[in-house]
């Protein structure tokens, strides 16, 4: 089995960073492509950031210039910097990952979230 674990959600004012971890564990060979995802509450869960095999990456309006996806293939890490962060970036944070496991399956999995809730 390929587990992800999210950490680094919190209580933040507005203006403030924090940055998340997603690390992948168990079976997990490699991660081939990431994103993260968040779901307000009454929302649907909606893309904040990708990034693709070849290492492009990809973001939403709302987070474009404050966020940052980046990855440690060594170490089948990926991370999001949040910074300048707003009220309306309140919710459950969700890791997403195409990864391959020991056996060279490939598959998609999600991580269990993390909240992040900023204060005016």
């Known amino acids: 089995q390929v587990q992800l674990v999210e950490s680094g959600g919190g209580l933040v004012t507005a203006g403030g960073s924090l940055r998340l971890s997603c690390a992948g564990s168990?079976?997990?060979?490699?991660?081939?492509?990431a994103g993260w995802y968040r779901q307000a509450p009454g929302e649907q869960r909606e893309l904040v950031a990708a990034l693709d095999t070849s290492g492009s990456t990809n973001y939403a309006d709302s987070v474009k210039g404050r966020f940052t996806i980046s990855r440690d293939n060594a170490q089948n890490m990926v991370y999001l910097q949040m910074n300048s962060l707003k009220p309306d970036d309140t919710a459950v944070y969700y890791c997403?990952?195409?990864?391959?496991?020991?056996?060279?399956?490939?598959?998609?999995?999600w991580g269990q979230g993390t909240q992040v809730t900023v204060s005016s």
């Open positions: 997403n990952v195409d990864a391959v496991d020991k056996s060279f399956y490939r598959g998609n999995y």
């Open positions: 168990g079976r997990i060979f490699s991660i081939k492509a």
